[in-house]
DNA sequence: TTGTAAGCGTTATCAA
DNA sequence: TTGATAACGCTTACAA
């Protein structure tokens, strides 16, 4: 008897042998049922089911030098705007062959360009990746990958293949025009992490501010450090140290937003009299604030799922139409912009 | 000339060649140098660094019947508590050969089973699960597993293998306590998804109040769904509409905490005065609130980095010393339960 | 310390 | 439609 390294383990020949066909029948019966006769498939089931038969992912991908691994590159394990692309993404892999293998580049380009190496190296089945400000070599990875790509959370005019996103620029733009139109005059910026997305969030503003003539740079407060309800707080506290008058705030994400909330009470400003507050994402806490607060929805759980789409039909033979998706946004007007006048 | 499959990338073999050597010094020098000679390891190297050879993984898989793989099966992926744990694993990891396969259960213990097969037919190096509660079956696969497994986020006497967590029991008597000795005495629960480790701090929750005499079921207000923010505020208009007097909550996850707390404002219910709310995890924006909230602080982070440590240890032939590990927890006493009498 | 030979479990290739 | 054979790139077992 000869000795198994593989724990026991059935492997394909047992099934052909089961079956009384040779191997490679076997192999086509389970990847294309539809070249193999009808009798023969049936046995060959049989004997897998019979077998407990599972194929070796390994052998699959040495032999084929292909994989069943989507890789997927984000740059936030903490943020609730990944979290929630990431269940769009896994939902709707759950019931496919394929498996996700899941990078964290923490915000880093040329973390991202390192796992893209790595990743690459597996051969991946596809690959998705956040954002579209990779490096220039990330780039050139991308474009060397020969398998699908789909770049998502933004959009862009130049797609290395398929694209899932929304246009930053104009969400910030959309919020900004919405508080002009609220009645509000000096409407300051709060932005933390300060990646690429959030830079065009603060172009949008700056785009509508200016064209209200409106514009005043000293009401931009950013920071490097990464976006969190305490550093709501903190923004809004120094923003108003600089610029008291200040009358309403575009927080470039929601858990800023929440932060200035909570410091709009603790100094007794009244929302929206006194301070209109809009965040960015309408993260779930959003609506059940008090007083609710203002945001932009953006469909991340969508973004996923789509991706995922895209990049099954790729494999499938069958090229979307749409190469390029704008999932679009909406902003929700809740009472922490509705002033009364 | 030879005819590859693998797109041009060079093989052990080729580094062979220009070391000199046979494929398997070069196997070996990558694997463990030691057993190499000095010279051989130099030239090796430098055939490494020329070629820019990078292993295959599948062959290396198939050839040795091991992987480099650490499987992680983690109930939630929006849930802030996992995000921190994966970050505490991907960031000890990330210098490693490790690479992490994530499973999502979605808190089903039929998918965390579904989950551990196939990871299991991977043959993965190690095992990472959340929690102590797998059906009978997934224990016993995890018994089989051939591999190191770690049980994280909970303690029990019987671990699979290893394990690194905290007692939710004892966190959630903990606190309940706090808010009897503050002064409290019709303290209610709120509690969403209601989970093997929920349930236990619920059970915490009832045997401090069953000490202090003062526990009275109609008190608690639980509910299968998933925690958020808006159920937060639903769950205590809810138990207040039931039982107007109650006079504090401990809400089983820190988003139920938030809600509660907006449910108060808008109910113009003084916080701590009128209400005293504590949460559970001692999410960041706890301490930014207003009034900031008391909550149990678990160590998240560090669950996955030990982890991870004690994996590495168990790969490396040193298997840890202590093979369970409590983590402990902190109480944070804030504003928002300390009532002036 | 180094090398030879023989797989690992699957699929590509070519032939029947 | 089916099958024989030779890879795929690496490691184990054994030998020198």
Same mark, same amino acid.
């Given at each position: 008897?000869?000795?198994?390294? !593989?724990?026991?383990?059935?492997?394909?020949?047992?099934?052909?042998?089961?079956?009384?066909?040779?191997?490679?029948?076997?192999?086509?019966?389970?990847?294309?049922?539809?070249?193999?006769?009808? =009798?023969?498939?049936?046995?060959?089931?049989?004997?897998?089911?019979?077998?407990? +038969?599972?194929?070796?992912?390994?052998?699959?991908?040495? #032999?084929?030098?292909?994989?069943?691994?989507? &890789?997927?590159?984000?740059?936030?394990?903490?943020?609730?705007?990944? #979290?929630?692309? @990431?269940?769009?993404? +896994?939902?709707?892999?759950?019931?496919?062959?394929?498996?996700?293998?899941? &990078?964290?580049?923490? +915000?880093?380009?040329?973390?991202?360009?390192?796992?893209?190496?790595?990743?690459?190296?597996?051969?991946?089945?596809?690959?998705?990746?956040?954002?579209?400000?990779?490096?220039?070599? *990330?780039?050139? /990875?991308? !474009?060397?990958?020969?398998? $699908?790509?789909?770049?998502?959370?933004?959009?862009?005019?130049?797609?290395?293949?398929?694209?899932?996103?929304?246009?930053?620029?104009? *969400?910030?733009?959309?919020?900004?025009?919405? @508080?002009?139109?609220?009645?509000?005059?000096?409407?300051?910026?709060? &932005?933390?992490?300060?990646?690429?997305?959030?830079?065009?969030?603060?172009?949008?503003?700056?785009?509508?501010?200016? =064209?209200?003539?409106?514009?005043?740079?000293?009401?931009?407060?950013?920071?490097?450090?990464?976006?969190?309800?305490?550093?709501?707080?903190? /923004?809004?506290?120094?923003?108003?140290?600089?610029?008291?008058?200040?009358?309403? %705030?575009?927080?470039? !994400?929601?858990? @800023?937003?929440?932060?200035? /909330?909570?410091?709009?009470?603790?100094?007794? /400003? #009244?929302?929206?009299?006194?301070?209109?507050?809009?965040?960015? !994402?309408?993260?779930?806490?959003?609506?059940?604030? +008090?007083?609710?607060?203002?945001?932009?929805?953006?469909?991340?759980?969508?973004?996923?799922?789509?991706? %995922?789409?895209?990049?099954?039909?790729?494999?499938?033979?069958?090229? $979307?139409?749409?190469?390029?998706?704008?999932?679009?946004?909406?902003?929700?007007?809740?009472?922490?912009?509705?002033? *009364?006048?």
């Amino acid at each position: 008897m000869r000795k198994r390294r !593989n724990g026991g383990r059935p492997t394909i020949a047992d099934v052909a042998a089961r079956a009384g066909v040779s191997s490679i029948t076997v192999s086509r019966a389970l990847r294309d049922p539809a070249r193999v006769s009808e =009798e023969l498939r049936r046995q060959i089931d049989e004997a897998v089911r019979a077998l407990d +038969y599972v194929p070796d992912q390994h052998a699959r991908a040495l #032999a084929s030098a292909r994989t069943n691994i989507i &890789g997927v590159i984000i740059p936030s394990l903490t943020n609730n705007v990944f #979290a929630d692309v @990431l269940r769009g993404i +896994y939902d709707n892999v759950a019931e496919s062959p394929f498996q996700v293998q899941l &990078g964290n580049s923490r +915000y880093s380009p040329i973390e991202e360009e390192r796992l893209l190496g790595t990743f690459l190296s597996q051969r991946p089945a596809a690959l998705i990746v956040a954002g579209i400000d990779q490096t220039e070599r *990330g780039r050139a /990875l991308l !474009n060397a990958a020969g398998c $699908p790509v789909v770049q998502i959370m933004d959009l862009s005019d130049e797609p290395v293949d398929m694209m899932v996103g929304f246009s930053h620029k104009a *969400g910030g733009h959309l919020v900004t025009s919405h @508080l002009v139109a609220a009645g509000y005059r000096r409407i300051g910026f709060l &932005g933390a992490r300060m990646d690429p997305r959030t830079q065009r969030r603060l172009e949008g503003y700056r785009a509508a501010l200016v =064209e209200a003539d409106l514009y005043d740079p000293r009401r931009i407060t950013t920071t490097p450090a990464s976006s969190s309800v305490s550093l709501g707080r903190d /923004l809004l506290r120094d923003l108003l140290a600089r610029m008291p008058d200040t009358d309403a %705030i575009f927080c470039n !994400n929601d858990d @800023l937003a929440v932060g200035a /909330l909570f410091e709009c009470q603790r100094a007794a /400003l #009244a929302v929206p009299a006194d301070m209109g507050i809009a965040g960015f !994402n309408d993260l779930e806490m959003m609506e059940a604030a +008090y007083p609710p607060l203002t945001s932009v929805r953006t469909p991340r759980y969508e973004i996923g799922r789509r991706a %995922i789409e895209m990049v099954r039909a790729s494999l499938a033979g069958q090229r $979307p139409a749409q190469t390029r998706i704008d999932v679009g946004f909406e902003l929700k007007v809740r009472a922490s912009t509705m002033r *009364g006048d």
